[in-house]
Every structure is written in structure tokens, then in C-alpha cells.
């Protein structure tokens, strides 16, 4: 049963009829009432029947079949009623009505007294109690103003609104508003444009009233429902009549400040959406950039084609010394950007209740970070297949070098022999020139042996160069060919003459004996000279002071020898001269020819005098090359010293930022404040880096491949300074990612120094993610209730799936900051957005673009309108638009 004060409960009807009874046996029944009421009744119907394109015109006979009574209820409430019946028969109007009652008792209105019977018949007093009961339910049951009935709540609004305004005091909903003031009071509270209160009087009761009721039909579209004549000739005016229109103008006003509100809300959902488009797009370009220009690269890096030349090979290794210093270090800044953005971006999204961005394929954060992995291994190998390939080569150019000196003596000591072996000269021979050509012969075949070696030697260097590759092996192999084949020639050719002397001995007997010693030493002392000769000006390649001291100590042993060879050079020199004192004495045709051997004493003078020449020079050439190591080992200490000092720095800068990205250090701003100090002492450090970059290009340059001094290589210290660099952007990104979770979601600083230190409590290894065990022992230290029972391992699970998605086994701080942030916090829901686009659109289920530029933004209006999707439900016009399925889009709960 409903109360007479407070229209509020469910038993609308019966509540009006009660009335009615009370008022009637209580002499307080104004007839007048019910045609007030009939007046203002029918208005308030066609004020919302006009929607639909129709309206009444008698409020006992057109709702009589109830198809408009049907027609009004799927208009005030936006919802569809059953299909009427469309026959003219009483039981057809019967069924409609029933339906009408059926669908408002559906809404908790428990009708009593109320037929189908008595509204088919035309029943006014109870089509009224109808009329009321509706307009109760729909227009006035829903007005709340702190938690008062609705009629309390309502009158209430009504004197807030008309306490600043003199001659108004609005008690009830008859006298107090029989004035007109209190309509004039609320129009110019909410509209100051349309009234001028100051020129309105409390003696003109009816100029008020018209003026009132013009006003609000013409600019706030409120029709008529009272008529000032009956206000002003019924000594109280029905409540019901004037509570209805009064109604009117609270939703009219109350829905105008929805509206503002509601186009905030929108403006700012819509504006966080832009700002994070705008940042996937950016990722997007920035990503595909990268990986482009990783792609570009990397055929580069994994070229091992060079034209086998050190010349060739150098070229290149300063091209990818170009590469680092100028071409890698912009990319560098670039993928630290590209991560950054990628940080806020989802922050921001997670802020905003937005599902977590995923780039399009191939372009996630883990791919670009793959993609960098596989460029610096291919840095790697290449430089070090740069540097092993010079090595090579290197090594080759020396064994060419050696292979020609050794080839040129061969060739210059076997000039002639064919034509010397070949000859026919011992043909015309005394015997004593036969012997000694015998004897010569003996000493060529001594001296053809001891030449074995040097062939040999020539033959596999050629092997050598052919294994490694030798970019002119065919000459060298051509070459290699010819000494051979005029080796073996040879070997042929000294057989056939000793032949041919074995046979002319059995004549030629006289042997010279001086001669033959002279031959016998002469040889080998010759052998020796040229050995001595191609040693002193062999070449050599050292890498160490050490390794060239032991050569210098080799060679010193060597003239601790020069002695006994200037002993047999004197003793065989003075054969020679014993000889020619013989030649001399006796006058001997030809007795100063020595039939045993080619060399003279001349030859071996000369060849003495070049060793004695060389031996200096050698010496010149061995202290170069000491000077030389010399410095490359002080190259070696500079590149150490500055290393050792280098690399401590950058491990201490590592674990001073990771100790503040713990938050072991004040507030997250002081936080903010050190961690780009340390970036501005960092990037003041890179003077540093660059000289020993200086260093290192100079120690390559002088072919230094180890360093003893110091456990630092400038690969390390690259990727030392490296992720130094993107260590402190990131732990910046994170320090300002929880300054904005912070700020934004109203977190107060102690509130994040609790869930700090909560964190860094268990975390006890600083690895900066916590265990199930420890993540749960943690929530519980900051109050959070979680049972030991089954329900609260469920509970727990679900948490858990929340903070740790993937299942990792572990708990990181963003994800805890989140959580924690989430359980303290409110924010935008889908739902809100969809109730705020309701209110713009006047409760209708789909907007016009006309009414989104009238109440949004220009450029958001514009951006909805391009994205919502045509609306597609019932009773849409041309041009409507679907907000539902834009406002879940926006939250991701829908594929739009």
C-alpha cells in the first residue's frame, strides 16, 4: 500500500484511490482536481508520445483499445511490448490493456485496484490512477536526492534550487508554486538567459505563470500541463498535476548536467585513446625501421668474401670500423627509444584499463631484441673472422716473400750448370786437367747434394701457399714446377758426365792436390756463406719483446761464430795463394785454373765481405723491431691501464642504478632525480670511452692481438657501456612509469614507499621479482586477507593468474604495483563510457552525428563519428550510430 507522502512504494494505484477516499470523507476532495489533472495528465502522455508521431486527445476514451497506453510504455521505458491485438472486440481490448498492466507490474508496481475492465470502459477516476501510477514509476520513482523518497527528494531539489531567490519558498506542490515564481526561480537558475527574475512580481501571479509555462515550452521543450486559470481559481491545486510538471523540469535540468558530465567523461576516454594510437603508430614505425635496418646489415656482417689480399682485407676492417663508430651508436639510441615508448605505451594502456598493446607480428619487443642478439654475434664473428683472416694473410705474404728469395737463389746458383754438364771440354784435356775436372765434378755432385734441402724447402712452401690459399698460387705453383724439372735434369746430367769421366780416369791420373783441397773447402765454406747470407736477410715475425730478444740472442750467438769462419776463410785463401806461387814458380799452362770447382778465392772474398756487411745491418734491423715491440707493449699497458680504470667504473655505475631501481632511495622523484644525474655523469664519461677506442684502433693498427695486462677486451667494455646506457633509460622509464601510476591513479607517496618496501622485504636476493610464496607472504604484510583454508588457495590462484599471466613462476614489481594499484583505485569501465553515450543520446539506443558535435569537442566529435560502426538494431534512422559496440572496443571486449 502506498503513502500518502511519499509515492515511493510499489502499491501505486492503491495508494491513489486510498487517497482519493481519504480526501473525499474528509471534505478535502476538489473537484477541480480531477480536471487538473485530466489536463496536465494527458500533456505529460503526449509529451512522449509526440516521439513516436501521435498523441491523445481524451484520456478516457484513447487508451480505451490500449494501443497507445502500449505504444506510451515502449516510448517512456525504450523497451518493446508484446504484439497488441490489432481486432476491435472487447476481449481484444481487454488482452491490450491486460498486456499495458502486465509489463508495469514487470517494473516491482503492485497494481490494486486497477482493471482492464475499468480502463476499456472509460473509468476517468481509474484511467487517472493509471496515468499516475506511470508517471510515478517512470518520471518520479528514480529521482534521488540523499536517499530521501522521491517526493521528498524532489521538493528538496526544488528548494535548493529556489533558496538564493526572494519571494519563493517552495514547502509543498500546491500553494508554494500557485505564484509562478517558484517556475521562474527554476528556469533562471538553470537558464539566466531566457528570464529576468528582478523584473518579475509577486502581484502578477498570472504574467509569472504564462511567462513561465512560454518559456519552458518554447526553449526546454516542456508542453503545457497546467493552465494558469485553474492554478489561480482552485484555493489549493492538485499536488499530482503540479508535481508532474515540476518533475519535467528536473529531469530537463538534471539531464543537461548529465550531459556535460557525460561529455567530460568521453572527451577524456577519448583522448587517452588518441595518445595511445598516436604512440602505437610511433612504436610501429620506429620498430619497422630497426628491424629494416637490421635486415640491411646483416648480409654484410655474415660476407666472408675478401680478394684474398691484406690490402683488401684492411679495407674492410675499416669499413666495420665506420660501421661501429658512425652507423651502429644512432641505432643504438634507437632501440632504447623504441623499448621506452614500449613501456609507457603499456603503462599507460594498464592506467587506462585498456588491454595490454600487442605489435603486429614480427615486431614485438622480444623479435627486435632477438633480431639485435643475432647483430651482435654476427659483430663478433665477423671481427674476429676479420682479424684471424688477416693473420692469414699475413702469414702468406711472408711465405710468398720466402718462397721468392729462396727460388731466386736456386736459380741464380744453378745458372749454367746444364750448359757446364753438357759440356765436352775434358775431350782436349791434359790429365791433369781431366783429374781436376773429375775432381771439379766430385765437388759439383758434393755441392748438387747439399742443394737437396733448399729444393725441398721451395717445394713445400709452394705446398704451404697451396694449402692456405695463396690468391697467386698459380705462379707460385708454375714456378715451383720449373726448379723441378730442371732439378731432375740435372740429377740426369751429373750421372751421364761422371760417366763419360769414370771412363777418360784410366788416361788422366795427375791430380792437383792443392786444387782439390781448395774445391773440398771451398764448397762447403761457400754452402755456408750463402746459408749465412739468405739468414741475415731473411725476414721474420715476432709479437712479443720476447719473442724478438731471443732472436737478437740467437743472432749474437752467431757472431760469437765469426771468428772460426774467418780462421777457414783465411786457411782456403791461402791455398789459393799457395797456388799461385806454385803457378808462378813453375810456370804451368793453365796451372791457375782449378779444375775442381767453379769458385774462386775472389768469390768467396766477396761473399765474405757481404756477410761481414750484413751482420750489422742485421743487427740494425733486429733493434728496429725490438723499438717496435717495445711499443707496442706500451701501447699494450696504455689500452690496459685505461681499461682496468674503465671497466670497475662501468660495474660500479651498473650497481649503483640497480640499487636505486630497487627503490632504496627516497621518494620515486628522488629516485627520478639520481638515475639522470648518473645519465648525465655517464654521458660525461663518454670521453673516456672514446679514448680508448683511440687506443684499441691503434693497437689493432700495429697488429696487437692479446694483452697480458688486463682481463678488459673493448668488446666487453662496449657491452658494459651498452647496457649501462640502457639500464639507467630503462630503470627512468620504470621510475616514471610509477610516477604516473602514482599521479594518476591517486596513490599517495606513502602508499608506494609501503608496497616498496613490502617488496624489497621479501625479495631478498634483489633479482626484483618475488616467488608464489614469498608474493603471498608479502600481500599478507599489507593487510591483504588471504585464508589457509581450500577457498583461500582459490582465491590465491586467481590472484596469482592475474600478477603472473604466463605462468612464469614468478611475480615482477610492475605487476605487483599494478595489482596493488587496481585493489586501491577505481577506474573508467566500459559500462560507464556506454551510460554516458546513453544520456547524450537521450536514452535511445543508438546517437545522431549531429548530437555528438553538439556536445563533444570538434576534433573527438569527428573522431567518433569516423569510427562508430552504423547502428544495426531496431527502430534506428539513417545516419545512427552504434556507441555500444565503439564504448566496448575501446576496453577491448569486443572485435570492433
Known amino acids: 500500500m502506498i503513502a500518502t507522502d511519499g509515492y515511493n512504494n510499489i502499491d501505486y494505484a492503491d495508494g491513489y484511490m486510498e487517497q482519493e477516499e481519504e480526501w473525499e470523507r474528509e471534505g478535502l476532495l476538489d473537484p477541480a482536481w480531477e480536471k487538473q489533472q485530466k489536463k496536465t495528465f494527458t500533456a505529460w502522455c503526449n509529451s512522449h508520445l509526440r516521439k513516436a508521431g501521435t498523441a491523445i486527445d481524451n484520456i478516457e476514451d484513447d487508451f480505451r483499445n490500449g494501443l497507445k497506453l502500449m505504444l506510451l510504455l515502449e516510448v517512456i521505458s525504450g523497451e518493446t511490448l508484446p504484439k497488441p491485438d490489432r481486432g476491435k472486440m472487447r476481449f481484444h481490448k481487454i488482452a491490450n490493456v491486460n498486456k499495458a498492466l502486465d509489463f508495469i507490474a514487470s517494473k516491482g508496481v503492485k497494481l490494486v485496484s486497477i482493471g482492464a475492465e475499468e480502463i476499456v470502459d472509460g473509468n476517468l477516476k481509474m484511467t487517472l490512477g493509471m496515468i499516475w501510477t506511470i508517471i510515478l514509476r517512470f518520471a518520479i520513482q528514480d529521482i534521488s536526492v540523499e536517499e530521501m523518497t522521491a517526493k521528498e527528494g524532489l521538493l528538496l531539489w526544488c528548494q535548493r534550487k529556489t533558496a538564493p531567490y526572494k519571494n519563493v519558498n517552495v514547502q509543498n506542490f500546491h500553494l508554494s508554486f500557485k505564484d509562478g515564481l517558484a517556475f521562474c526561480a527554476l528556469i533562471h537558475r538553470h537558464r ?88 602505437m603508430e610511433e612504436y610501429e614505425r620506429l620498430a619497422s625501421d630497426l628491424l629494416e635496418w637490421i635486415r640491411r646489415t646483416m648480409p654484410w656482417l655474415n660476407s ?130 781431366l783429374k781436376a775436372l773429375k775432381k771439379k765434378h766430385e765437388a759439383f755432385e758434393s755441392d748438387l747434394a747439399a742443394h737437396q734441402d733448399r729444393v725441398e724447402q721451395i717445394a713445400a712452401i709452394a705446398q704451404e701457399l697451396n694449402t692456405l690459399d695463396y690468391h697467386d698460387s698459380v705462379s707460385v705453383n708454375a714456378r715451383c714446377q720449373r726448379i723441378c724439372d730442371q732439378w731432375d735434369r740435372l740429377g740426369a746430367l ?51 719483446v720476447e719473442e724478438i730478444q731471443g732472436l737478437i740472442d740467437a743472432h749474437a750467438h752467431f757472431k760469437a761464430t765469426l771468428g772460426e769462419a774467418d780462421k777457414e776463410y783465411q786457411t782456403i785463401v791461402g791455398l789459393v795463394r799457395e797456388v799461385e806461387a806454385i803457378v808462378k814458380q813453375h810456370q804451368i799452362p793453365g796451372g791457375l785454373e782449378n779444375p775442381y770447382t767453379t769458385l774462386t778465392a775472389h768469390d768467396l772474398t766477396r761473399k765474405w765481405s757481404d756477410v761481414r756487411q750484413l751482420v750489422p745491418q742485421r743487427d740494425a734491423t733486429l733493434q728496429a723491431e725490438l723499438r717496435k715491440q717495445q711499443n707496442n707493449e706500451m701501447l699494450r699497458r696504455q689500452f690496459a691501464e685505461k681499461a682496468n680504470a674503465v671497466g670497475p667504473w662501468i660495474e660500479r655505475q651498473l650497481d649503483a642504478v640497480t640499487a636505486i631501481g630497487m627503490g632504496l632511495h627516497g621518494t620515486l622523484e628522488d629516485q627520478l632525480h639520481r638515475l639522470k644525474e648518473y645519465e648525465q655523469g655517464v654521458y660525461a664519461y663518454k670521453p673516456h670511452i672514446e679514448e680508448l677506442e683511440k687506443i684499441h684502433q691503434a693497437v689493432q693498427e700495429s697488429m696487437i692481438f692479446e694483452n697480458r695486462y688486463t682481463q678488459y677486451t673493448m668488446d666487453t667494455l662496449r657491452v658494459g657501456w651498452e647496457q649501462l646506457l640502457t639500464s639507467i633509460n630503462r630503470n627512468i622509464n620504470e621510475v616514471e612509469n610509477q610516477i604516473l601510476t602514482r599521479d594518476s591513479k591517486g596513490i599517495t607517496q606513502q602508499q608506494l614507499n609501503e608496497f616498496r618496501s613490502s617488496f624489497n622485504h621479501f625479495d631478498k636476493n634483489r633479482t626484483g621479482r618475488l616467488t608464489p610464496e614469498e608474493f603471498k607472504s ?57 551510460d554516458s553515450f546513453r544520456i547524450l543520446a537521450g536514452d535511445k539506443p543508438y546517437i545522431l552525428p549531429d548530437e555528438l558535435r553538439r556536445e563533444l569537442p570538434p576534433d573527438q566529435a569527428e573522431y567518433c563519428i569516423q569510427r562508430m560502426p552504423p547502428y544495426k538494431g531496431g527502430g534506428g534512422i539513417p545516419g545512427a550510430l552504434d556507441y555500444m559496440s565503439f564504448s566496448t572496443a575501446l576496453y577491448g571486449q569486443s572485435d570492433l
Open 304 to 433: 666472408r668474401q675478401t680478394d684474398n689480399s691484406l690490402a683488401g682485407c684492411q679495407r674492410k676492417l675499416e669499413e666495420y670500423r665506420t660501421y661501429r663508430r658512425k652507423h651502429k651508436p644512432p641505432r643504438v639510441e634507437q632501440k632504447a627509444k623504441l623499448e621506452t615508448n614500449f613501456n609507457t605505451l603499456q603503462t599507460k594502456l594498464r592506467l587506462s584499463n585498456r588491454p595490454a598493446y600487442m605489435p603486429t607480428e614480427g615486431k614485438m619487443v622480444s623479435d627486435i631484441a632477438n633480431a639485435w642478439k643475432g647483430l651482435e654475434t654476427a659483430e663478433k664473428a665477423f671481427e674476429e673472422w676479420l682479424l684471424s683472416e688477416m693473420m692469414r694473410l699475413e702469414r702468406l705474404e711472408h711465405l710468398a716473400e720466402k718462397f721468392r728469395r729462396k727460388a731466386d737463389a736456386h736459380e741464380e746458383w744453378t745458372r749454367g750448370k746444364e750448359e757446364m754438364l753438357q759440356s765436352q771440354d775434358f775431350r782436349q784435356c791434359r790429365l791433369n786437367e
Open 192 to 279: 539566466p538567459d531566457l528570464i529576468d527574475y528582478n523584473k518579475l512580481s509577486k502581484d502578477n501571479p498570472m504574467e509569472n505563470l504564462n511567462t513561465a509555462f512560454d518559456v519552458a515550452e518554447k526553449y526546454l521543450d516542456i508542453p503545457r500541463m497546467l493552465d494558469p486559470d485553474d492554478l489561480q481559481n482552485t484555493a489549493m491545486p492538485d499536488e499530482r498535476a503540479v508535481m508532474t510538471y515540476v518533475s519535467s523540469y528536473y529531469h530537463c535540468f538534471s539531464g543537461a548536467q548529465k550531459a556535460e558530465t557525460a561529455a567530460n567523461r568521453i572527451c577524456k576516454v577519448l583522448k587517452v585513446n588518441q595518445e595511445n594510437e598516436r604512440l
Open 778 to 834: 608479502c600481500l599478507v604484510s599489507l593487510g591483504y586477507s588471504i585464508g589457509k583454508d581450500r577457498q583461500g588457495d582459490i582465491d590465491f590462484q586467481r590472484i596469482l593468474a592475474v600478477v603472473d599471466p604466463n605462468s612464469t613462476g614468478y611475480v615482477h614489481f610492475d605487476a605487483f604495483l599494478d595489482f596493488m594499484t587496481r585493489e586501491s583505485t577505481d577506474t573508467d569501465t566500459a559500462e560507464q563510457v556506454i
Open 494 to 544: 751429373t750421372q751421364r758426365r761422371r760417366q763419360a769421366l769414370d771412363d777418360a780416369e784410366r788416361i788422366l791420373e795427375k791430380i792437383d792436390i792443392l786444387h782439390l783441397e781448395f774445391a773440398k773447402r771451398a764448397a762447403p765454406f761457400n754452402n755456408w756463406l750463402d746459408g749465412t747470407r739468405e739468414d741475415l736477410v731473411d725476414i721474420f715475425i715476432v709479437h712479443t
